[in-house]
């Protein structure tokens, strides 16, 4: 059964709600042994871990720095002039529910049959 279940990586969850939690630690021990060692097959096999891609496309990602030659950041409403994070998703959420409330009556006068501009 043990075998199966390390091949397969499965257990049924009505077998599993039988073992107690010594035997579950030992089954998910001996699982993720497994996982390593079919890992470790497939990456001796393959020559290794594939590296990054080179050469071609010249894609990449150049991260500003700031003055202290660490990476910027900017945390949303604590700098000189932002709104308050507080503000800014009350903003957004009164944004949202009147381009609901548009698209319901919008529906709403479909139905009906009046035509009214919002």
């Known amino acids: 059964m043990m075998q199966q ?10 077998l599993l709600a039988e073992l107690n939690e010594e035997q579950k630690h030992i089954l998910f021990y001996k699982i993720r042994e497994e996982q390593v060692r079919r890992w470790t097959e497939w990456a001796s096999q393959d020559g290794g871990l594939p590296g990054p891609p080179r050469g071609g496309g010249g894609k990449g990602v150049q991260w500003l720095l700031g003055q202290d030659g ?10 000189p002039g932002d709104k308050p994070y507080q ?6 959420m009164e944004d949202r529910a ?4 548009q698209h319901e009556a ?6 009906c049959g009046v035509k009214v501009t919002l």
């Open 5 to 14: 279940i390390l091949r397969d990586m499965f257990i049924e969850p009505d």
């Open 106 to 111: 919008q529906e709403l006068c479909s139905i």
């Open 87 to 92: 503000e800014i998703v009350t903003e957004l």
């Open 98 to 101: 009147r381009r609901q409330a």
């Open 70 to 79: 660490d990476v910027w950041v900017w945390v949303m409403g604590e700098a």
